[in-house]
């Protein structure tokens, strides 16, 4: 594969599984050195590392809860003492706590907001605040840095069930939106990429039986469901020279889903 990303630096929150270790992985083939996060899983996390190491770049682990600030100042800090900056930052960590509007707790809601939104906006302050203080890198890039938030189809998709959930990538959107439109001065890319639905942990339940998977599939045109390498693809346009005119916008990547299949018929 061709090195589009050599010498620079990754950071990927989250990365231990699904969509996060995919674009780790496919940051590092493509000549990144990547920062792998994760909040719980080391052996998730050192598996990636691994696989990076094996494709040719660096990579380290590093164990930090996204919604806690102290953790995340602390997370940057060892990225740029081990590698010397960070030119590329993947919000990618979030989850899912299910229930119906009426029925959901606080702690539901606040926890989704926190990891998912919170945990973006101090990842990304702390990646802004690095790339000011280094400023331009041309031989490594012609953007200054890049940030890419992982949304999803529910930036666009109301969704009922998941309220607190597609609050948060909502908030994604614009958090996005406003960083590219305040940085993009500083040379500094902004975008999101909105998948629909990728093989992963966290959505199970909707793959893991054949009925489950063919009622997945009368929502997606293409016909099949998305796996962490097609996303990786997309981040690492993404982080690269040949996305340099694409800031504040999201890229979905979802087989057609926002199409909205059930009205092929045209009935
Ligand atoms: P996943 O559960 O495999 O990955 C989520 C990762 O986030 C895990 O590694 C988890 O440990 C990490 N994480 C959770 N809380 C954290 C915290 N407080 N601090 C640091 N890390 C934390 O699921 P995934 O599908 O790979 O999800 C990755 C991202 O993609 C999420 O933001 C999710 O909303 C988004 N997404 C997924 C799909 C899909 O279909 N899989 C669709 C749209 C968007």
Known sequence: MEKKLAGQIALVTGGSSGIGAGVALALGQAGANVVVNYSSSLKGAQEVVAQIEAAGSRAIAVQADVSQEAQVQAMFKEAIEQFGTIDILVNNAGLQKDAKFDEMTLDQWQTVININLTGQFLCAREAIREFL??????????????????????????????????????????????????????????????????QTPINKPAWETTQALNSLMSLIPYNRIGQPDDIGKLAVFLASDDSDYITGTSILIDGGMTVFESFATGG
């Not at 607190?164 to 001065?185: C, F, H, I």
């Open 133 to 198: 203080r280094r400023g331009p890198r041309p031989e490594v890039s012609l953007a200054t840095g890049k940030i890419i938030c992982m949304s999803s189809v529910h930036e666009v998709i109301p969704w009922a069930g998941h309220v607190n959930y597609a609050a948060s990538k909502g908030g994604v959107k614009l958090l996005m939106q406003s960083l590219a439109q305040e940085y993009g001065d500083r040379k500094i890319r902004v975008n999101s990429i909105a998948p629909g639905a990728i």
